[in-house]
């Protein structure tokens, strides 16, 4: 291969080795959840999101500010769907809030307004 270089693990484009798959979330999961999140910013409780895609699960996590840790973060792992465990509400510590292969209540916990003042 003349002025060329071959990087070890690359997968050239166009090849037809089986496409890596990568957890994300599907446009009604993520309307669902930006739904909340407006209301949310509407009501000055949250301010900035992030989301994180990694090979086995997805993550949109929220925050009070802009440089704050994240308030909640919502999980999406596939793996775990058989668990019944597909959706994970994790709390700023680290607590698990709720685990549900159904999005709508896994968000449900985060309406409940005892629950947001005494994390937020």
């Known amino acids: 291969m003349h002025g060329m270089q071959e990087v070890r693990g690359s997968i050239p484009l166009g090849s037809t080795k089986k496409k890596m798959k990568q957890a994300r979330f599907e446009k009604v999961?993520?309307?669902?959840?930006?739904?909340?999140?407006?209301?949310?910013?509407?009501?000055?409780?949250w301010k900035d999101y992030s989301i994180s895609f990694l090979k086995e699960f997805v993550?949109?996590?929220?925050?009070?500010?802009?440089?704050?840790?994240?308030?909640?973060?919502?999980?999406?792992?596939?793996?775990?769907?058989?668990?019944?465990?597909?959706?994970?509400?994790?709390?700023m510590d680290g607590r698990i809030l709720k685990c549900s292969n159904d999005l709508k209540s896994t968000l449900r916990?985060?309406?409940?307004?005892?629950?947001?003042?005494?994390?937020?």
């Open 59 to 91: 993550v949109f996590s929220v925050y009070r500010k802009n440089s704050d840790w994240a308030l909640f973060s919502i999980k999406k792992t596939p793996k775990n769907s058989k668990y019944g465990r597909l959706y994970s509400l994790v709390a």
């Open 109 to 120: 916990v985060l309406k409940h307004k005892e629950l947001k003042l005494n994390l937020v």
């Open 29 to 45: 999961e993520l309307n669902q959840i930006l739904q909340l999140y407006g209301v949310m910013v509407s009501q000055g409780l």
